[in-house]
Nanobody, 123 residues
Framework: QVQLVESGGGLVQAGGSLRLSCVASGRTLSSYIMGWFRQAPGKDREFVGRIWWSGGITYYADSVKGRFTISRDNAKNTGYLQMNSLKPEDTAVYYC????????????????WGQGTQVTVSS
């Protein structure tokens, strides 16, 4: 079992930055992929990006590419989502997730989910 706890959400003005953290416990993530998703009110949960924990290879949705960066700290078993140049349309609850499958943009690929953290971007 893997437990994930996100933190770092909040209210920020457009153009600002936030860094979300996702602390994993229960086992190390060395064989996992950590994905980040978000869900805005009335919308489906959408893929934001992911990182292969062992190699650190990242992949992003087009909507955040160039603005968001995913990283991880092996020693702390923690993943990060650095969000820069935030826009009002980035407002959502952000979730981290862990899985071992290869369909990394799909929600069903992930077995473990955090509780989510709210990010609100004001215009």
């Amino acid at each position: 079992q893997v437990q994930l706890v996100e933190s770092g959400g909040g209210l920020v003005q457009a153009g600002g930055s936030l860094r979300l953290s996702c602390v994993a416990s229960g086992r190390t993530l060395s064989s996992y992929i950590m994905g980040w998703f978000r869900q805005a009110p009335g919308k489906d949960r959408e893929f934001v990006g992911r990182i292969w924990w062992s190699g650190g290879i990242t992949y992003y949705a087009d909507s955040v590419k160039g603005r968001f960066t995913i990283s991880r700290d092996n020693a702390k078993n923690t993943g990060y989502l650095q969000m820069n140049s935030l826009k009002p349309e980035d407002t959502a609850v952000y979730y981290c997730a862990a899985g071992i499958g290869l369909a990394t943009v799909n929600r069903g690929n992930y077995d473990y989910w955090g509780q989510g953290t709210q990010v609100t971007v004001s215009s």
